[in-house]
């Protein structure tokens, strides 16, 4: 008599599971791709009993913001001040290309998360412990994160890939003239001849911020 295995049993729903699905969703769809019915056939469940652990979809869309904050690298204020903040963009972009709907998201909603709290608690503290006013701290972080999201969205968006560069430089250098666009001109040739890649520098224009913001060091 051979023994039969019992089945076996679902994994228990929660509150963790729920936001584990969903963010497998909206990474791969983005937040269109989430809806409380949708969630639900991916948990293989009735769209009712998400509501044991979850208010709604805004409630998993703030659940979800706090936890792609919360991989970002929190700012130390035992580095120097540029060092820690460089290496807390850094760690943004790389975080927000991993998860290519949470730009907007950041943007447009109020965070009130506790990663969210934590990482703007620890940025503004990097600053005023370096010599910036709060006045003049608030600022400075926001300055940074625009560069970050506006970077972020400009790459997740841009339509070339960096391979494509030269190729379509060259095909598009006979719409730019030299005798009327001369600088332009100039330029896409280096990039055709592979002198110049033509590619974005996250590090360059926050390089520019940072250097910028010491003049206001001190004036607090």
Same mark, same amino acid.
């Given at each position: 008599?051979? %023994?039969?295995?019992?089945? *076996?049993?679902? *994994?228990?729903?929660?509150?963790?599971?729920?936001?584990? +699905?969903?963010?497998?969703?909206?990474?791969?769809?983005?937040?269109?791709?989430?809806?409380?019915?949708?969630?639900?056939? $991916?948990? /293989?469940? =009735? $769209?009712?009993?998400?509501?044991?652990?979850? *208010?709604? =979809?805004?409630?998993?869309?703030? &659940?979800?913001?706090?936890?792609?904050?919360?991989?970002?690298?929190?700012?130390?204020?035992? !580095?120097?001040? =540029?060092?820690?903040?460089?290496?807390?963009?850094?760690?943004?972009? *790389?975080?927000?290309? !991993?998860?290519?709907?949470?730009?907007? &998201?950041?943007?447009?909603?109020?965070? +009130?998360?506790?990663?969210?709290?934590?990482?703007?608690? @620890?940025?503004?503290?990097?600053?005023?412990? @370096?010599? #910036?006013?709060? %006045?003049? &701290?608030?600022?400075?972080?926001?300055?940074?994160?625009?560069?970050?999201?506006?970077?972020?969205?400009?790459?997740?968006?841009?339509?070339?890939?960096?391979? %494509?560069?030269? &190729?379509?430089?060259?095909?598009?250098?006979?719409?730019?003239?030299?005798?009327?666009?001369?600088?332009?001109?100039?330029?896409?040739? =280096? +990039?055709?001849?592979?002198?110049?890649? /033509?590619?974005?520098? #996250?590090?360059?224009?926050?390089?520019?911020?940072?250097?910028?913001?010491?003049?206001?060091?001190?004036? /607090?």
């Amino acid at each position: 008599m051979t %023994e039969t295995s019992s089945p *076996t049993p679902p *994994t228990p729903l929660s509150r963790e599971r729920i936001l584990a +699905v969903a963010m497998a969703l909206v990474d791969q769809g983005g937040l269109e791709a989430l809806s409380m019915r949708k969630l639900a056939q $991916a948990l /293989g469940v =009735k $769209a009712m009993s998400l509501y044991n652990h979850v *208010t709604n =979809k805004d409630d998993i869309i703030d &659940a979800l913001v706090d936890t792609v904050v919360s991989e970002i690298e929190l700012p130390s204020l035992h !580095r120097d001040w =540029k060092t820690a903040m460089q290496r807390r963009a850094t760690s943004a972009h *790389t975080v927000l290309l !991993r998860h290519p709907w949470a730009a907007i &998201a950041l943007m447009s909603r109020v965070n +009130v998360g506790s990663a969210m709290l934590c990482y703007v608690d @620890a940025t503004l503290g990097c600053l005023v412990e @370096a010599g #910036f006013s709060y %006045e003049i &701290a608030d600022h400075a972080w926001n300055a940074i994160d625009s560069h970050i999201y506006g970077f972020t969205l400009q790459e997740l968006n841009f339509p070339l890939e960096a391979a %494509e560069y030269s &190729a379509v430089a060259e095909s598009f250098v006979a719409h730019i003239p030299a005798d009327q666009y001369p600088y332009m001109n100039q330029l896409t040739h =280096k +990039v055709i001849n592979c002198s110049y890649s /033509g590619l974005h520098d #996250f590090k360059f224009g926050l390089d520019l911020i940072l250097h910028g913001l010491d003049q206001f060091r001190d004036q /607090g």
